[in-house]
């Protein structure tokens, strides 16, 4: 639950909250890396919910790119989401380090991708960036750790609006990535002719809970933290953890 609390709090200040979660998931609770990378994704969406709620009253001025987005934001979470259950766990082992390492290094650049894409030079089409947020999508529906990161990248290659705006859209899509993924391993884990448990559900309600509670105090914590310097000190734990689990991969072969 503590763990949730802060995961939600550090998405909203800075982003990489999956990165609090899932070592702990697989390390002192001893999930299986893909029981916690379900578990993780239905525990934190409550929280991204609370989050978006905040930004509803600036949807409505990308809206029209809202609408357009909806339809490959949900056809790539359930593509990523499927992709995900189909991985053989020991394949997934593999990919955890390099999947985190990713999500490192997207917080570490964040502020210098920010400034690159919201230079004058918006050259993006409108459809390249369906396709670039469909992209995104399968991402955040098969891991998700740094998928607001890129969203927000390829946003401001062809979206107008302040940072404000472009954050809102991104919130409100990464809660349909989230949920959908979440109702995929959901159904997985407790529905069909042979369901493969991926689903924590005590552990998942006990993030739900903790997401809840440090979204809602997210506000008040974003005030007193330096955003660069939480985003920077979560990056260095990520890299730890890549390194960690890429040692864990190499162990097995």
């Not at 955003?227 to 390194?243: E, F, H, K, M, N």
Request: contains cysteine.
């Amino acid at each position: 639950m503590a763990a949730g609390a802060v995961a939600s709090a550090v998405n909203a200040v800075a982003g990489g909250g999956t990165l609090i979660t899932f070592p702990i998931l697989t390390g002192p609770l001893g999930l299986p890396s893909n029981v916690a990378n379900a578990t993780n994704a239905l525990g934190l969406w409550p929280g991204s919910l609370g989050g978006a709620c905040g930004f509803w009253n600036l949807l409505h001025k990308t809206k029209h790119h809202f609408r357009a987005l909806l339809i490959p934001t949900i056809l790539g979470a359930l593509a990523g989401s499927e992709l995900f259950v189909q991985t053989p766990k020991r394949v997934f082992d593999f990919l955890v380090p390099v999947l985190i390492l990713l999500a490192s290094l997207l917080l570490l650049g964040q502020k210098s991708l920010r400034l690159w894409v919201l230079g004058p030079h918006r050259t993006l089409h409108p459809y390249a960036g369906i396709a670039a947020q469909f992209a995104v999508a399968v991402y955040g529906g098969y891991f998700g750790a740094g998928m607001g990161i890129m969203m927000l990248a390829a946003f401001a290659l062809y979206m107008e609006g302040n940072i404000h705006e472009i954050n809102a859209i991104k919130a409100w899509l990464g809660v349909f990535i989230n949920l959908i993924a979440s109702g995929v391993f959901l159904l997985h884990s407790f529905v069909g002719p042979a369901p493969e448990k991926l689903i924590e559900p005590w552990i998942g309600l006990s993030l739900a809970v903790g997401s809840i509670v440090g979204g809602f105090y997210a506000a008040k914590l974003s005030q007193k933290v330096n955003p660069d310097r939480l985003r920077i000190a979560i990056a260095i734990y990520g890299l730890t953890a890549a390194a960690y689990y890429a040692a864990k991969a190499i162990a097995l072969v």
